[in-house]
Protein backbone atom coordinates (compact mmCIF):
# COMPACT_ATOMS: atom_id res chain seq x y z
CA UNK A 1 0.00 0.00 0.00
CA UNK A 2 1.03 3.64 -0.83
CA UNK A 3 2.28 5.69 2.01
CA UNK A 4 -0.38 8.87 2.18
CA UNK A 5 0.44 12.28 1.00
CA UNK A 6 2.00 14.19 3.80
CA UNK A 7 4.61 10.80 3.80
CA UNK A 8 5.71 11.08 0.55
CA UNK A 9 6.11 15.23 0.20
CA UNK A 10 8.21 14.83 3.73
CA UNK A 11 10.19 11.92 2.21
CA UNK A 12 11.46 14.38 -0.57
CA UNK A 13 12.21 17.52 1.69
CA UNK A 14 14.02 14.94 3.67
CA UNK A 15 16.14 14.85 0.64
CA UNK A 16 17.80 18.63 1.53
CA UNK A 17 21.33 18.49 2.46
CA UNK A 18 24.40 20.89 2.42
CA UNK A 19 26.14 18.36 -0.14
CA UNK A 20 23.69 19.24 -2.60
CA UNK A 21 23.59 21.94 -5.18
CA UNK A 22 19.69 22.73 -5.11
CA UNK A 23 16.94 23.23 -2.79
CA UNK A 24 14.28 21.03 -2.15
CA UNK A 25 10.80 23.11 -0.77
CA UNK A 26 7.49 21.83 0.13
CA UNK A 27 4.50 23.28 -2.10
CA UNK A 28 0.63 22.43 -1.28
CA UNK A 29 0.37 19.94 -4.49
CA UNK A 30 3.92 18.29 -3.32
CA UNK A 31 7.60 20.07 -3.88
CA UNK A 32 9.60 22.23 -5.91
CA UNK A 33 13.55 21.71 -6.30
CA UNK A 34 15.26 24.73 -7.72
CA UNK A 35 19.18 24.90 -9.16
CA UNK A 36 20.73 28.23 -10.16
CA UNK A 37 23.65 25.91 -11.01
CA UNK A 38 25.30 28.64 -13.28
CA UNK A 39 25.62 32.42 -11.45
CA UNK A 40 29.08 33.84 -12.28
CA UNK A 41 30.16 37.47 -13.31
CA UNK A 42 33.53 37.77 -15.52
CA UNK A 43 36.07 40.40 -16.09
CA UNK A 44 39.09 40.88 -18.49
CA UNK A 45 40.97 43.93 -19.93
CA UNK A 46 38.72 44.65 -22.36
CA UNK A 47 35.70 42.60 -21.89
CA UNK A 48 33.27 41.48 -19.12
CA UNK A 49 30.53 39.37 -18.80
CA UNK A 50 27.98 37.80 -16.87
CA UNK A 51 26.22 34.16 -17.09
CA UNK A 52 23.27 32.62 -15.19
CA UNK A 53 21.12 29.04 -15.81
CA UNK A 54 18.46 27.91 -13.77
CA UNK A 55 16.63 24.61 -13.19
CA UNK A 56 13.10 24.42 -11.58
CA UNK A 57 11.23 21.08 -11.00
CA UNK A 58 8.18 21.05 -9.56
CA UNK A 59 6.54 17.58 -8.12
CA UNK A 60 3.10 17.45 -8.11
CA UNK A 61 1.77 14.88 -6.02
CA UNK A 62 -1.49 13.06 -6.70
CA UNK A 63 -3.18 11.27 -3.56
CA UNK A 64 -5.88 9.25 -4.79
CA UNK A 65 -3.96 7.40 -7.27
CA UNK A 66 -0.24 8.00 -5.58
CA UNK A 67 1.02 8.73 -8.72
CA UNK A 68 3.81 11.87 -9.14
CA UNK A 69 4.02 13.94 -12.16
CA UNK A 70 6.75 16.25 -13.32
CA UNK A 71 6.49 20.08 -14.26
CA UNK A 72 10.07 21.65 -15.78
CA UNK A 73 11.49 24.69 -16.12
CA UNK A 74 14.85 26.31 -17.14
CA UNK A 75 15.90 29.63 -17.76
CA UNK A 76 19.10 31.37 -18.73
CA UNK A 77 20.81 34.89 -19.82
CA UNK A 78 24.12 35.78 -20.79
CA UNK A 79 25.34 38.91 -21.26
CA UNK A 80 29.26 39.96 -22.64
CA UNK A 81 30.69 43.64 -23.52
CA UNK A 82 33.39 44.59 -25.11
CA UNK A 83 35.42 46.75 -27.91
CA UNK A 84 33.81 44.67 -30.51
CA UNK A 85 30.36 45.30 -28.79
CA UNK A 86 27.96 44.46 -26.41
CA UNK A 87 25.73 41.00 -26.74
CA UNK A 88 22.54 39.51 -24.16
CA UNK A 89 20.99 36.26 -24.92
CA UNK A 90 18.19 35.03 -22.56
CA UNK A 91 16.34 31.53 -22.98
CA UNK A 92 13.41 29.84 -21.01
CA UNK A 93 11.46 26.78 -21.96
CA UNK A 94 8.78 24.49 -20.37
CA UNK A 95 8.26 20.94 -20.58
CA UNK A 96 10.07 17.86 -20.21
CA UNK A 97 14.22 18.67 -20.00
CA UNK A 98 16.86 15.90 -20.26
CA UNK A 99 19.97 17.95 -20.19
CA UNK A 100 23.69 17.69 -18.79
CA UNK A 101 26.29 20.70 -19.08
CA UNK A 102 29.29 21.57 -18.21
CA UNK A 103 30.74 24.76 -18.55
CA UNK A 104 34.84 26.01 -17.62
CA UNK A 105 36.11 29.31 -18.42
CA UNK A 106 38.85 31.82 -17.43
CA UNK A 107 39.28 34.94 -16.63
CA UNK A 108 41.54 37.89 -15.24
CA UNK A 109 38.78 38.23 -12.84
CA UNK A 110 35.82 35.54 -12.34
CA UNK A 111 33.33 35.42 -9.43
CA UNK A 112 30.98 32.15 -9.21
CA UNK A 113 28.15 31.83 -6.57
CA UNK A 114 26.25 28.99 -5.37
CA UNK A 115 23.85 27.77 -2.41
CA UNK A 116 26.56 28.09 -0.21
CA UNK A 117 28.54 31.57 -0.94
CA UNK A 118 30.59 33.27 -3.46
CA UNK A 119 34.01 32.16 -5.00
CA UNK A 120 36.57 34.49 -6.77
CA UNK A 121 39.58 33.69 -8.63
CA UNK A 122 40.30 33.69 -12.41
CA UNK A 123 37.87 31.32 -13.62
CA UNK A 124 34.87 29.67 -13.14
CA UNK A 125 33.25 26.33 -13.90
CA UNK A 126 29.73 24.83 -14.35
CA UNK A 127 28.42 21.51 -13.96
CA UNK A 128 24.58 20.26 -14.78
CA UNK A 129 22.50 17.28 -15.20
CA UNK A 130 18.93 16.93 -14.51
CA UNK A 131 18.70 13.56 -13.25
CA UNK A 132 21.04 14.54 -10.65
CA UNK A 133 18.13 16.80 -9.77
CA UNK A 134 15.26 13.90 -10.57
CA UNK A 135 16.87 10.31 -9.64
CA UNK A 136 16.86 10.62 -5.73
CA UNK A 137 13.18 12.04 -5.92
CA UNK A 138 12.17 9.07 -8.26
CA UNK A 139 13.70 6.76 -5.53
CA UNK A 140 12.06 8.22 -2.72
CA UNK A 141 8.50 7.90 -4.45
CA UNK A 142 9.19 4.45 -5.41
CA UNK A 143 10.66 3.11 -2.59
CA UNK A 144 6.91 4.33 -0.95
CA UNK A 145 4.78 3.08 -3.63
CA UNK A 146 4.22 5.73 -5.37
CA UNK A 147 4.56 5.93 -9.52
CA UNK A 148 4.51 7.93 -12.11
CA UNK A 149 1.91 9.04 -13.85
CA UNK A 150 1.57 8.17 -17.28
CA UNK A 151 1.23 11.15 -19.83
CA UNK A 152 -1.33 10.50 -22.42
CA UNK A 153 0.46 8.69 -25.43
CA UNK A 154 2.15 6.26 -22.84
CA UNK A 155 -1.83 5.90 -21.55
CA UNK A 156 -3.21 5.34 -25.76
CA UNK A 157 -0.17 3.28 -26.18
CA UNK A 158 0.34 1.06 -23.55
CA UNK A 159 4.27 2.40 -22.92
Known amino acids: ?7 AQ ?6 NADTLPFVIEPTPEGAVARWKWAD ?6 LAAGAYEQEYE ?28 GASFSSTQFRGRVYQRSFRKDFAVGAESSDRH ?8 ET ?5 DVKRPIVDALTGL ?8 WSRLFGG
Open 1 to 7: MPAPFAE
Open 10 to 15: QRIIAL
Open 40 to 45: ARWHNI
Open 57 to 84: LRIVLDPAQATWQFSEFTSGSETSVGIS
Open 117 to 124: GITSGHGW
Open 127 to 131: RFSTE
Open 145 to 152: GWSQRRGF
